[in-house]
């Protein structure tokens, strides 16, 4: 019989927290996430609004709300995330909320992510991505190339995410690893 357990997005059965010196290292699988793409000629404004946000996120931002965050990826393009609930309607939920303004599609599955924490991540981030993380402010999310894998690193009050593609967990973990271990 087919063995149906799920699994992570690097394949184990339960997320995976490694802690190499300053530098803490999360896999995080309990977020549903949401694309919303606003339609020629729309503003999802509003519809941000029914989901509890002060309105479109702006350029370059994250904005939080009722444990939800949403975060500019491109003109008239945004992530939502939402702690994950087994029924599986975050996305039916955000397409509610923005009617006709934006196409919605369920990403859940479509990424990974890692959380970083300590006093490290500043200087992890630097050896690996392109971006000024030492004057990214929390609040702060931006689309780089990270070990040569697209992805997106947020800056919250409670650290770090870096979100990339599910398919390259493995190699954008391996990546954060070994740049953590050099830090040591």
């Known amino acids: 019989m087919t063995d149906l357990t799920p699994l992570t997005p690097l394949g184990g059965a339960s997320p995976r927290v490694d802690t ?4 803490t290292i999360t896999e995080v699988t309990d977020r549903a996430l949401a694309s919303v793409a606003t339609r020629k000629g729309m503003d999802a404004n509003d519809g941000f609004k029914a989901l509890g946000f002060a309105g479109t996120p702006d350029v370059c931002t994250m904005a939080e709300a009722n444990g939800s965050r949403a975060w500019w990826m491109g003109p008239d393009q945004y992530l939502v995330d939402a702690p994950f609930d087994q029924s599986g309607t975050w996305a039916a939920n955000v397409k509610d909320a923005m009617g006709d303004t934006a196409s919605v ?8 992510r890692f959380d970083l924490a300590g006093e490290g991540c500043v ?3 630097q050896r690996l991505c392109g971006l000024d993380s030492e004057t990214m402010q929390p609040g702060s999310a931006q689309r780089t190339q990270l070990h040569h894998m697209g992805c997106v690193v947020i800056r919250s009050e409670a650290g770090w995410s870096v979100l990339g593609a599910h398919s390259s967990a493995g190699s954008l973990h391996h990546a954060l690893l070994e740049v953590a271990v050099g830090l040591q």
């Open 20 to 23: 190499l010196g300053s530098v």
């Open 105 to 112: 599609t369920d990403q859940s599955e479509g990424f990974c």
């Open 123 to 125: 200087d992890l981030l």
